[in-house]
């Protein structure tokens, strides 16, 4: 498996401790926009089944996702936000190719990255929970451990996809340009209590 190319500082984890109410409004719509990615596969790919069976088990994980985001706003008061520009997601997608064969290849090695991504911050979060001042903690750190195990999977399901409808070398070449782009996104985005916000 590949590896990305920026790493998240704690600075961004610090930024996420201190407000953590507004970095769970926000996730909770990554997780929403995430289902929505995924589910958009069946519309516009509807003669891949392989494709579409994947996606769709995506699909059904970041819903699940949202709805449990979702029920950690309940119990803290909070509410959705209304529905805001993602930087980061629009920023890679305006590197990708805009039709055919190698649009597929594009959405599903940035769907790779992405996950990866989330996978390492909800990491880094379920390992400083237990030392911060956010309650309940230890439960909130164990929900995060979770989704990060879940986006570990997504990262190679979207990774194993784009190894099934394309050759490997062509994979390769275009994967290293995304992780050169994805690390260069997040440097020039600012360090906000957001899940894909600037490295810090
Ligand atoms: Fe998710
Ligand atoms: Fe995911």
Redesign the pocket.
Known sequence: MYKLRADTSDDWVDCVLREFDAFLVDHAAC?RK?GAAAEHYAVRYHDKPQLIDTTLT?AE??LA?FHKVFRWLRRRGLQLGPDRREPYVNELLEEAHSSGQRRLLDRLLIGSVT?YR?CERFALLARHLPESEVEPADELAEFYRQ?AA??SR?RTMYFELAHHYFDASHVEERLDMWLDTEAAVLESLPLEPRLFSGVG
Do not use: S, Y
């Open positions: 997780e995430a995506l994980d970041e996702h996950e989330g989704l879940d986006d997504h």
